[in-house]
Protein backbone atom coordinates (compact mmCIF):
# COMPACT_ATOMS: atom_id res chain seq x y z
CA UNK A 1 0.00 0.00 0.00
CA UNK A 2 1.09 3.59 -0.84
CA UNK A 3 0.54 6.33 0.99
CA UNK A 4 1.88 10.04 0.46
CA UNK A 5 1.27 12.93 2.94
CA UNK A 6 2.13 16.47 1.85
CA UNK A 7 3.52 17.20 5.27
CA UNK A 8 4.92 15.72 8.39
CA UNK A 9 2.63 14.18 10.59
CA UNK A 10 3.19 14.50 14.15
CA UNK A 11 3.07 11.86 16.60
CA UNK A 12 1.38 12.09 19.97
CA UNK A 13 3.20 10.54 23.38
CA UNK A 14 0.54 7.95 24.84
CA UNK A 15 1.96 8.94 27.94
CA UNK A 16 2.21 12.79 28.60
CA UNK A 17 0.19 13.28 25.33
CA UNK A 18 2.93 15.38 23.85
CA UNK A 19 2.91 16.27 20.48
CA UNK A 20 6.53 16.14 17.89
CA UNK A 21 7.66 14.57 14.87
CA UNK A 22 7.69 10.64 14.85
CA UNK A 23 11.42 10.94 15.52
CA UNK A 24 11.36 11.67 19.08
CA UNK A 25 8.97 9.22 19.79
CA UNK A 26 9.67 5.15 20.61
CA UNK A 27 7.13 3.28 19.00
CA UNK A 28 5.40 0.37 20.22
CA UNK A 29 2.93 -1.98 18.28
CA UNK A 30 0.34 -4.63 18.76
CA UNK A 31 1.01 -8.10 17.38
CA UNK A 32 -2.04 -10.10 18.00
CA UNK A 33 -2.05 -10.16 21.87
CA UNK A 34 1.24 -9.31 22.44
CA UNK A 35 2.54 -5.45 22.18
CA UNK A 36 6.15 -4.37 21.77
CA UNK A 37 9.16 -1.95 20.73
CA UNK A 38 9.34 -1.17 16.84
CA UNK A 39 12.81 -1.13 16.87
CA UNK A 40 12.95 -0.55 13.33
CA UNK A 41 9.85 1.47 12.78
CA UNK A 42 8.44 -0.39 10.42
CA UNK A 43 5.78 -3.54 12.05
CA UNK A 44 2.74 -3.31 10.82
CA UNK A 45 -0.27 -3.25 12.87
CA UNK A 46 -2.29 -1.03 15.04
CA UNK A 47 1.22 1.47 16.60
CA UNK A 48 1.20 3.98 19.30
CA UNK A 49 4.54 6.18 20.82
CA UNK A 50 5.89 7.00 24.09
CA UNK A 51 8.87 9.78 24.29
CA UNK A 52 12.34 8.75 24.58
CA UNK A 53 12.55 9.37 28.08
CA UNK A 54 12.58 7.72 31.76
CA UNK A 55 9.80 8.95 32.91
CA UNK A 56 7.23 8.61 29.68
CA UNK A 57 8.42 4.78 29.46
CA UNK A 58 7.78 4.10 32.97
CA UNK A 59 4.36 5.68 32.97
CA UNK A 60 3.73 2.81 30.44
CA UNK A 61 3.96 0.17 33.23
CA UNK A 62 1.85 2.67 35.97
CA UNK A 63 -1.16 3.88 33.57
CA UNK A 64 -2.87 1.99 31.25
CA UNK A 65 -2.46 4.39 28.72
CA UNK A 66 -1.28 1.39 26.16
CA UNK A 67 -4.03 -0.62 26.64
CA UNK A 68 -5.70 2.36 25.44
CA UNK A 69 -3.80 3.87 23.14
CA UNK A 70 -3.80 0.05 21.72
CA UNK A 71 -7.41 -0.91 22.51
CA UNK A 72 -6.51 -4.13 23.90
CA UNK A 73 -5.54 -5.54 27.38
CA UNK A 74 -1.90 -5.56 27.63
CA UNK A 75 -0.87 -8.17 30.22
CA UNK A 76 1.46 -7.13 32.85
CA UNK A 77 4.72 -9.41 32.17
CA UNK A 78 4.31 -8.25 28.55
CA UNK A 79 4.59 -4.87 29.62
CA UNK A 80 7.46 -5.30 32.04
CA UNK A 81 9.57 -7.05 29.16
CA UNK A 82 8.34 -3.61 26.55
CA UNK A 83 9.24 -1.47 29.17
CA UNK A 84 12.65 -2.75 29.52
CA UNK A 85 13.30 -2.84 26.02
CA UNK A 86 12.59 0.65 26.09
CA UNK A 87 14.72 1.48 28.26
CA UNK A 88 17.40 -0.09 26.66
CA UNK A 89 17.24 1.46 23.91
CA UNK A 90 17.44 5.19 25.80
CA UNK A 91 20.29 3.91 27.67
CA UNK A 92 22.30 3.26 24.75
CA UNK A 93 22.08 7.43 23.15
ZN1 LIG B 1 5.68 11.44 26.80
Same mark, same amino acid.
Given at each position: ?????????????????? &??????? $? /?????? #??????? @??????????????????????? &??????? $? /?????? #??????? @??????????
Amino acid at each position: MKTSSRKEVNRTCCVCRR &TADKREF $L /RIVRAG #DMVEFDK @ENKKNGRGTYVCKNKKCIEGISE &TNALSHA $L /RCSVNS #DNIKVLV @EDLLGVIAED
